[in-house]
Structures are given as structure tokens and as C-alpha cells.
Nanobody, 127 residues
Framework: QLQFVESGGGLVQPGGSLRLSCAAS????????MGWFRRAPGKEREFVAR????????YYADSVKGRFTISRDNAKNTVYLQMNSLKPEDTAVYYC????????????????????WGQGTQVTVSS
């Protein structure tokens, strides 16, 4: 069974940076799309970014475009989320997730289409 271990969250000042990691075990991610989602206090879980493991194409939510970068390391079976120019509104629990590949871009914006989830890591942006 596919499992994830997330790391890299923490407390950072506005304008700072963090890099989240999500290491997968269980099987290869070649036929999956990896996504990052977040849930802020009192809000619904929202899409942040996704990457197709095969080919590496990426897609971002408008709220993070130009500030966040999703990437993958095939050899380490790990996906990353580099977060720069962080804002207080980025404060949330961040989750990585995997969904079977082969669907449209819009498909992967829906958290309900993801089959496997990490445990979440807290990111707090505050001065």
C-alpha cells in the first residue's frame, strides 16, 4: 500500500521560505499524479499544486502561482513543495496526495479524486 511521510513544516516569518517533502513508499509513482493541498483553520481543504510523475508537468492554484514550486525526485520517490514569499494567509496544514494519472487538469483540483494521503504538516506564517 502506498504510504507517505511528510516533513518540512514549521513557523516562518512573512516573506520567508519553507520546503515541504513527501516521501512515498509502497510502490513507484510512475502512473500517478502527486498533489499538495492545504486546510486552514475553519476553511475547506483547497488545492495548491500538482505534478504528473511521468513527464513532470505542473499546475498551480492562482493564490500560490509564482511563489510556490512543486517538483519531484524520481530516484528518491519524493515530491517537494518549495514555498517562497510566504504570507500569513498561507498558514495551514499541508497534505500531499496521490491520484491515478490519465485525467484532465481540472480532475486533479478535486481532493476527492485522490486515493492516498500523507499525514499533514503544519505551516505557520507569522511575525
Amino acid at each position: 500500500q502506498l504510504q507517505f511521510v511528510e516533513s518540512g513544516g514549521g513557523l516562518v516569518q512573512p516573506g520567508g521560505s519553507l520546503r515541504l517533502s513527501c516521501a512515498a513508499s509502497g510502490f513507484t509513482l510512475d502512473y500517478y499524479v502527486m498533489g499538495w493541498f492545504r486546510r486552514a483553520p475553519g476553511k475547506e481543504r483547497e488545492f495548491v499544486a500538482r505534478i504528473r510523475w511521468s513527464g513532470g508537468s505542473t499546475y498551480y492554484a492562482d493564490s500560490v502561482k509564482g511563489r510556490f514550486t512543486i517538483s519531484r525526485d524520481n530516484a528518491k520517490n519524493t515530491v517537494y513543495l518549495q514555498m517562497n514569499s510566504l504570507k500569513p494567509e498561507d498558514t495551514a496544514v499541508y497534505y500531499c496526495a496521490a491520484a491515478k494519472s490519465g485525467y484532465s487538469t481540472m480532475w486533479y483540483l478535486n481532493s476527492g479524486h485522490y486515493d492516498y494521503w500523507g499525514q499533514g504538516t503544519q505551516v505557520t506564517v507569522s511575525s
